[in-house]
């Protein structure tokens, strides 16, 4: 880990013994460490220690005294900027309930809330609290906002009991942090990715709606992988329980004709689009402004009136400047005579093929199954993986297609334009907004 730099947050935990420790192992390996302790874990190890293993000043609490060189009121936000990695450790269950709500109380989750690197997280404690439901819902709740989890190990406790809940080796920690660091790509940078997720409904009466099955899980791991290689991603987001990935700005829809309006309204804004989303292919021709009682629905049979919503995929192909675009395709039969179909009538230059009824790609689940189909290029069949790892093979593919200049005029990331072709007089200058995160 030549040259690389690492922030380690410290918190409340008996394991806080152990950092002193760490920081000596990355001292080792060439990694320039700076820590950040909270106010409770300066009961198990103290900031000198720790200034004095990292050579540098050590910020502890959320108003670093003054004299310090951290004294002022954004420290949190310089520190953001720095290095490569945050590491939490340990991590204490308290800790992980506050990262998991946005909670920034203190040194190391202001930190984090502001961090937009990669974050590893090594939770330690005692096996009941580690079991406990709560714990593992907001241990899940940080895994899908982008945090990396190193699971504790199994072992004595320092309440002398024995399970899981201890603070892995040492040097299990440092590897854990060279893998993610070896395997962080910022190919993204600077890109601007809109990314739509979910199903759309479309209201029959103020308490119904028709809409398709989906969780949002497919495109919203699209938003965080793009996001953690660097992107500026916009998710538009259909109705879904799914909490906004890290450093994600997120635009909630319902219907086909609000997502259709918000995609149109960021196109000159981005770079790329990923359209995840299940579009509601039809709408109710008129909407009931009252519940529709039961008792005026004659002969126990009602009909419902249903037309075409747009198609916003198709029409972005069309749009003035052209934007590399990604679609799905959802099939249950002739899938591949279908995506294939799909592909050429919509315009589109990457289309990720799956089916709900098969293994590993059922709705609603964590994994998916798909094959991607590029123009002119053979189908490339993945096999189960998790969404995550779906979305990551597909920006592989996108990043790739716009390197080599996908929608006929490089797109030059951050700006949203074309670049212009060798020799071609360069246009106007674009006017493209930064977008938020
Ligand atoms: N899509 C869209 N607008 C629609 C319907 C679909 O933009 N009104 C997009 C989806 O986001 C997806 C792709 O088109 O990227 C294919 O969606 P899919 O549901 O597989 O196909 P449909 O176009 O709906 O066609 P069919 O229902 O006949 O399979």
């Given at each position: 880990?030549?040259?690389?730099?690492?922030?380690?947050?410290?918190?409340?935990?008996?394991?806080?013994?152990?950092?002193?420790?760490?920081?000596?192992?990355?001292?080792?390996?060439?990694?320039?460490?700076?820590?950040?302790?909270?106010?409770?874990?300066?009961?198990?190890?103290?900031?000198?220690?720790?200034?004095?293993?990292?050579?540098?000043?050590?910020?502890?609490?959320?108003?670093?005294?003054?004299?310090?060189?951290?004294?002022?009121?954004?420290?949190?936000?310089?520190?953001?900027?720095?290095?490569?990695?945050?590491?939490?450790?340990?991590?204490?269950?308290?800790?992980?309930?506050?990262?998991?709500?946005?909670?920034?109380?203190?040194?190391?989750?202001?930190?984090?809330?502001?961090?937009r690197?990669?974050?590893?997280?090594?939770?330690?404690?005692?096996?009941?609290?580690?079991?406990?439901?709560?714990?593992?819902?907001?241990?899940?709740?940080?895994?899908?906002?982008?945090?990396?989890?190193?699971?504790?190990?199994?072992?004595?406790?320092?309440?002398?009991?024995?399970?899981?809940?201890?603070?892995?080796?040492?040097?299990?920690?440092?590897?854990?942090?060279?893998?993610?660091?070896?395997?962080?790509?910022l190919d993204m940078k600077g890109m601007k990715l809109l990314v739509t997720?979910?199903?759309?409904?479309?209201?029959?009466?103020?308490?119904?709606?028709?809409?398709?099955?989906?969780?949002?899980?497919?495109?919203?791991?699209v938003a965080?992988?793009a996001a953690?290689r660097g992107a500026h991603v916009t998710l538009v987001?259909?109705?879904?329980?799914?909490?906004?990935?890290?450093g994600v700005a997120r635009v909630?829809?319902?219907?086909?004709?609000?997502?259709?309006?918000a995609v149109?309204r960021l196109h000159r804004r981005t770079d790329g689009i990923v359209?995840?989303?299940?579009?509601?292919?039809?709408?109710?021709?008129?909407?009931?402004?009252?519940?529709?009682?039961?008792?005026?629905?004659?002969?126990?049979?009602?009909?419902?009136?249903?037309?075409?919503?747009?198609?916003?995929?198709?029409?972005l192909?069309?749009?003035?400047p052209?934007k590399p675009l990604v679609?799905?395709?959802?099939?249950?039969?002739?899938?591949?005579?279908?995506?294939?179909?799909?592909?050429?009538?919509?315009?589109?230059?990457?289309?990720?093929?799956?089916?709900?009824?098969?293994?590993?790609?059922?709705?609603?689940?964590?994994?998916?199954?798909?094959?991607?189909?590029?123009?002119?290029?053979?189908?490339?069949?993945?096999?189960?993986?998790?969404?995550?790892?779906?979305?990551?093979?597909?920006l592989?593919?996108l990043v790739?297609?716009m390197?080599?200049?996908g929608s006929?005029?490089r797109t030059s990331p951050g700006t949203g334009r074309k670049k212009?072709?060798?020799?071609?007089?360069?246009?106007?200058?674009s006017s493209a907004r930064r977008s938020r995160r």
């Amino acid at each position: 880990m030549k040259q690389r730099q690492v922030l380690l947050g410290v918190t409340g935990g008996i394991a806080a013994y152990k950092i002193p420790l760490l920081v000596r192992e990355f001292v080792k390996r060439g990694t320039v460490v700076r820590a950040i302790m909270t106010e409770s874990a300066k009961e198990f190890v103290t900031p000198l220690t720790l200034s004095t293993l990292t050579g540098a000043e050590v910020v502890v609490g959320t108003f670093p005294s003054a004299g310090s060189g951290h004294a002022h009121g954004t420290w949190h936000i310089d520190l953001a900027r720095w290095g490569d990695m945050l590491i939490i450790a340990p991590a204490t269950a308290n800790v992980v309930a506050r990262l998991a709500h946005g909670i920034a109380d203190d040194a190391v989750s202001t930190l984090a809330l502001a961090y937009r690197k990669e974050i590893l997280v090594c939770p330690a404690m005692d096996h009941d609290m580690w079991e406990h439901r709560a714990t593992q819902a907001n241990l899940s709740a940080l895994r899908e906002c982008g945090y990396e989890v190193l699971p504790p190990e199994v072992g004595e406790l320092a309440s002398g009991l024995t399970g899981p809940g201890r603070l892995p080796e040492i040097t299990r920690i440092a590897d854990a942090a060279e893998r993610i660091l070896a395997g962080s790509r910022l190919d993204m940078k600077g890109m601007k990715l809109l990314v739509t997720a979910g199903p759309t409904i479309e209201a029959i009466d103020p308490v119904r709606y028709i809409g398709n099955r989906s969780s949002g899980k497919m495109g919203f791991a699209v938003a965080s992988a793009a996001a953690r290689r660097g992107a500026h991603v916009t998710l538009v987001a259909g109705p879904v329980n799914l909490r906004t990935p890290r450093g994600v700005a997120r635009v909630d829809v319902e219907s086909a004709a609000e997502m259709d309006r918000a995609v149109k309204r960021l196109h000159r804004r981005t770079d790329g689009i990923v359209m995840a989303a299940a579009v509601a292919d039809f709408t109710p021709v008129t909407v009931s402004r009252r519940k529709i009682k039961k008792s005026t629905v004659k002969g126990g049979t009602m009909e419902l009136r249903l037309r075409e919503t747009p198609d916003i995929l198709k029409s972005l192909s069309t749009l003035k400047p052209r934007k590399p675009l990604v679609g799905f395709a959802l099939e249950t039969h002739d899938e591949t005579r279908n995506a294939g179909k799909k592909l050429r009538e919509k315009g589109v230059d990457l289309l990720v093929l799956n089916n709900p009824l098969r293994k590993g790609s059922e709705f609603g689940g964590d994994t998916n199954s798909v094959t991607i189909f590029t123009r002119g290029g053979k189908p490339r069949k993945l096999g189960i993986l998790p969404k995550f790892g779906v979305a990551n093979a597909l920006l592989d593919r996108l990043v790739r297609f716009m390197a080599k200049g996908g929608s006929g005029g490089r797109t030059s990331p951050g700006t949203g334009r074309k670049k212009p072709a060798a020799g071609r007089r360069p246009g106007k200058k674009s006017s493209a907004r930064r977008s938020r995160r």
